[in-house]
């Protein structure tokens, strides 16, 4: 069917990371099938950190990512498979083997002034047959004019949508609107916005993005995502829904998905609580909350005081070892203090 705006579920992505990469894959396919079911065109499967994330830095994965890819695949007849890959975490040998285990999309995601890193990833996605997605992380650390440019080298390199990507949930609603507006004047592909909840301010963004041209939008039901999760799919769906905007996606259907399927899996309610207020107010990666928390545990700090540090040193995804190295030196203050 057509429709004005096309979702992309980031649960069994983004979500990852508040899982602690712990998804089985009956889960995954309990989750591909209700969203299939719902009529939702992309979900998204791979670690938090995208393929090849499993690791010591990011989080081991309880199961390989392939073997969910492959599971979500088989239970989806019209929803397609969509995977993160970024550029010094996931190769192209990984994208390939993706693409073979049933993924129809790839978002190659980059630092927003880091484009050009991603290139060949690019060029891969578009042999395979794949879509292919710019995903401009941390959209906030730019000039606007700065990411115009980034946007326009994944055009060149083949991308078929960029995304503005609120990665810490600090943008406020004008300043995501300057963000898409500008990319909507200055580029001839597909535009989409993806935000975080940690200033509750994700819904409000997406509508913004969207009034502004954007015609891709991410969600993670029942909020499940890095942080204070994404813009909630299901509540996303029924205001797109009554502003009569066409999804193609069964707000009843999603409903039942987050509150029957998916809220009983969550290790705790995606609330906002001070964690991940901090990571908005103070502009930071979203996947840092978890491992600041064992951080702050570990050392006894307040994780308000870890995160701060970190948005002063402007610390980027990547980046995740910082995370100690700024708490044992906090508390090697706090030692001298006393």
């Not at 004005?4 to 591909?32: C, F, N, P």
Request: hydrophobic share 45%; with cysteine; glycine share 8%.
């Amino acid at each position: 069917m057509n429709r004005d705006v096309y979702i992309t579920e980031v649960a069994l992505r983004d979500g990852s990371h508040a899982m602690a990469h712990q998804y089985s894959v009956d889960q995954v396919i309990r989750i591909a099938k209700g969203l299939n079911e719902a009529n939702v065109p992309y979900i998204e499967v791979a670690h938090g950190d995208g393929l090849g994330g499993s690791s010591l830095q990011y989080g081991r994965s309880k199961t390989n990512e392939l073997e969910l890819i492959e599971a979500a695949a088989s239970v989806c007849d019209h929803a397609k498979i969509a995977v993160l890959l970024l550029p010094g975490i996931g190769t192209v040998h990984e994208l390939k083997e993706a693409a073979s285990a049933g993924a129809k999309m790839v978002r190659v995601a980059t630092h927003v002034t880091e484009a050009d890193v991603a290139k060949q990833h690019i060029y891969m996605g578009k042999d395979l047959g794949l879509e292919t997605v710019g995903f401009l992380m941390m959209a906030h650390m730019a000039p606007v004019e700065e990411l115009v440019k980034q946007a326009r080298l994944m055009e060149s390199y083949g991308a078929d949508i960029v995304y503005v990507v609120d990665s810490a949930g600090t943008l406020l609603p004008h300043q995501v609107t300057e963000r898409i507006v500008a990319l909507k004047n200055a580029l001839r592909i597909n535009i989409g916005f993806h935000g975080h909840n940690n200033l509750s301010l994700a819904m409000a963004n997406s509508l913004a993005a969207m009034e502004a041209g954007a015609t891709y939008l991410d969600g993670s039901v029942r909020c499940l995502g890095a942080g204070a999760g994404n813009t909630q799919t299901e509540v996303m769906v029924a205001v797109l829904d009554k502003l009569g905007v066409k999804t193609g996606v069964d707000p009843y259907k999603m409903m039942d998905l987050a509150e029957d399927v998916v809220a009983p899996i969550l290790p705790k309610p995606q609330e906002i609580e001070k964690g991940s207020l901090i990571l908005g107010y103070a502009g930071v990666y979203s996947s840092f909350l978890l491992h600041s928390e064992r951080a702050a545990r570990r050392y006894n700090l307040d994780i308000r005081d870890i995160l701060v540090e970190l948005g002063n040193r402007k610390v980027v995804g990547g980046q995740e070892d910082m995370i100690v190295d700024v708490a044992y030196e906090l508390a090697k203050k706090k030692e001298a203090h006393i």
